[in-house]
Nanobody, 127 residues
């Protein structure tokens, strides 16, 4: 059973940066496609970014493209999300998720393929 733990959230001013990390126990993250989702108060959980395990392809939602970057650190068994130029609309609880199967890009934007989820880390961006 893989357990995912997110860290790195906090309070930041608009225009600032944060780096989130997703660490795993009970499994090796390089065996999984890892994605980040977020959920703002009163809203549905939405896809943010993905790193596909088979070929390292990365995917981003339009709202974060060019500002966020997902990367793996296999030596530390972590997947990171570098978030730059943050704005108040980025305020949410951020979750990492792991999928064992092989899926096309669009499928990764949904919650369907993911086998494991973390508990989330709060990111708050003040204006």
């Amino acid at each position: 059973q893989v357990q995912l733990v997110e860290s790195g959230g906090g309070l930041v001013q608009a225009g600032g940066s944060l780096r989130l990390s997703c660490a795993a126990s009970g499994g090796t993250l390089s065996w999984y496609t890892i994605s980040w989702f977020r959920q703002a108060p009163g809203k549905e959980r939405e896809f943010v970014a993905a790193n596909r395990r088979t070929d390292g392809s990365t995917y981003y939602s339009d709202s974060v493209k060019g500002r966020f970057a997902i990367s793996r650190d296999n030596a530390k068994n972590t997947v990171n999300l570098q978030m730059n130029t943050l704005n108040p609309e980025d305020t949410a609880v951020y979750y990492c998720a792991a999928a064992r199967g092989i899926y096309s890009g669009p499928v990764l934007y949904t919650r369907t393929p993911y086998d494991y989820w973390g508990q989330g880390t709060q990111v708050t961006v003040s204006s």
